[in-house]
């Protein structure tokens, strides 16, 4: 499945360095200068994911595929943007095509880079851009609910169902709080998500520091752990200055930088990691001679839907699913050695594919 997430920021905080690092390029113009990003950059990245060589390994695949990722880096956003400001609102209709939005904030003092606000307050720069967001919802809704509420009143049942989750939004939005924090059922999340709210998407927040405070952040990354906590949300703190170097070395160059400045990973592991987490995604893997493939499905997935991942005709013809747990597969040296011990199991329609899973479908 496909996962798109939205880097969004004022401009200078860092969006585009952090975007270059993502994609390993320099497709995203990173200049001391706002809306240097004109056009939305869209990096398409691999997910870190340990497990993949050890199974390629067990089964001597020919080739490794690992599941992927999409950064959109959206043009720096400036007080006033819903209302046409700095390069307009065009900019807000990038990030409702994304399923995430990443707030990057600057935790970092530097007198070369220019701030457009002219002072460094991170949670000061995140409720801007909420704020942006927020009106840009209310303008929106308030535009759409006046022919939603003909429809409704003419007994459109899908307009009465929307009309109820305008009115919903409406509510929390007015009451200064993001869509997100609405209580949806189940039942209404299709319709809910029909919406395109920018602050209903799952946020993320990046602190953005200098290399010193690479390893653990400093008093500005934690007063963005702060607000992200009193809105639900979980934080990474990256040097994107750091990232951008260490994505341009070699695996072993790249271990040995990381040793010198205190970190077990680069930054944008545990970025991309935390994305899953906010989606509720999750892992599983196909191997074979030919490859072995890691694929993304929701946490919560049948094997009829995780099979329909890699072609819609394997959901409509499943038949069941031999499953092998990811330690079983390795403890075992592979399908066989798990066959003979018993650790090889066939799964029906009924069963929910757990991280890990070393599956192989039979469809009919």
């Avoid at 952090?18 to 939305?40: D, G, R, V, W």
């Avoid at 959901?315 to 031999?322: D, M, P, S, T, Y």
């Amino acid at each position: 499945m496909a996962l798109k997430v939205a880097i969004v920021g004022l401009p200078n905080v860092g969006k585009s360095t952090l975007f270059n690092a993502l994609t390993k390029t320099a497709a995203a113009q990173a200049a001391n200068y706002p809306f240097c990003t004109i056009e939305p950059n869209t990096g398409d990245v691999a997910v870190p994911e340990a497990r993949l060589p050890i199974l390629a390994e067990i089964a001597g695949s020919k080739e490794i595929i690992p599941a992927r990722i999409t950064f959109v880096d959206v043009a720096g956003l400036v007080r006033g943007a819903s209302k046409g400001e700095g390069l307009g609102n065009q900019f807000l209709a990038n990030i409702r095509d994304c399923d995430a939005v990443a707030f990057v904030a600057r935790c970092f003092e530097d007198d070369d880079i220019t701030h457009v606000e002219n002072r460094i307050d991170p949670v000061s720069d995140l409720e801007i851009i909420e704020t942006e967001l927020m009106l840009a919802d209310l303008e929106s809704l308030e535009r759409r609910r006046v022919q939603m509420e003909k429809r409704a009143k003419g007994g459109d049942k899908e307009s009465q169902q929307s009309l109820k989750l305008v009115d919903l939004a409406l509510t929390q939005l007015n009451a200064g709080k993001p869509a997100r924090t609405a209580e949806v059922s189940k039942e209404d999340r299709k319709a809910w998500d029909m919406l395109q709210l920018l602050t209903a998407l799952p946020a993320l927040y990046v602190a953005n520091v200098d290399e010193a405070s690479a390893d653990k952040g400093n008093d500005l990354s934690e007063k963005v752990a702060e607000r992200a906590r009193a809105d639900g949300a979980n934080t990474v703190v990256i040097s994107a200055q750091i990232e951008s170097e260490i994505a341009v070395l070699d695996d072993a160059e790249q271990a040995e930088f990381l040793e010198t400045l205190g970190l077990e990973e680069p930054g944008l592991n545990r970025l991309i990691r935390e994305a899953y987490a906010l989606l509720g995604l999750q892992t599983y893997f196909t191997v074979g001679p030919k490859e072995a493939r890691a694929w993304t499905i929701p946490i919560g997935a049948t094997a009829p839907q995780a099979a329909g991942v890699i072609h819609t005709d394997f959901e409509k013809g499943f038949i069941r699913a031999e499953t092998v747990a990811y330690p079983d597969y390795v403890a075992l040296k592979g399908e066989s050695g798990a066959r003979d011990a018993g650790k090889l199991r066939a799964e029906g329609k009924s069963y929910v594919v757990k991280d890990g899973d070393v599956l192989h479908f039979l469809f009919n």
